[in-house]
């Protein structure tokens, strides 16, 4: 059976925020919508579903994030993950210029967790929280 990733799905606090976010650092805004009904209800499994959604690609086509704001239930607020945490656990994002992304994260308030490490001489990556206090990994391939 073939199987495909389709896209990361993240909750979020603030739909607007992280769209702004997101689409600095150079992904793309594929589609808006607000979905809600019986459909919604079964697919997701929460009675009353109501939620705004915006589907974002990256650059070069493969990757796709799906955020979705809940109307209906209330969102719930957690702590922000962990990076030890079990479960679902961080998006990670290639940049050509590490520096220029943390500024452009800079300018939303998000920064690295402790700083830019090099890993070998291969990659340059950090780790920061963004909208929502998502988990992103930036990293520069040297």
């Known amino acids: 059976m073939p199987i495909k990733l389709e896209n990361v799905g993240i909750a979020v606090r603030d739909l607007e925020e992280a769209i702004a976010f997101f689409t600095d650092l150079g992904l793309t805004v594929l589609g808006r919508d607000t979905v809600s009904g019986e459909w919604a209800d ?3 499994g929460l009675d009353g579903n109501h939620a705004k959604i915006a589907v974002l690609q990256t650059p070069d086509g493969n990757g796709q994030l799906e955020l979705f704001e809940y109307l209906h239930p209330d969102a719930i607020e957690t702590k922000p993950t962990l990076p030890n945490e079990i479960g679902m ?12 992304a943390l500024g452009i994260a800079a ?16 990659y340059k990556l950090t780790y920061l929280r963004g909208p929502s206090g998502i988990l992103v990994m930036l990293a520069q391939k040297l």
């Open 107 to 122: 300018k939303h308030g998000c920064h690295p967790l402790r700083g830019v490490a090099k890993y070998q001489d291969v």
């Open 89 to 100: 656990h961080r998006v990670a994002f290639s940049v050509d210029d590490i520096d220029h």
């Open 42 to 44: 079964t697919a997701v």
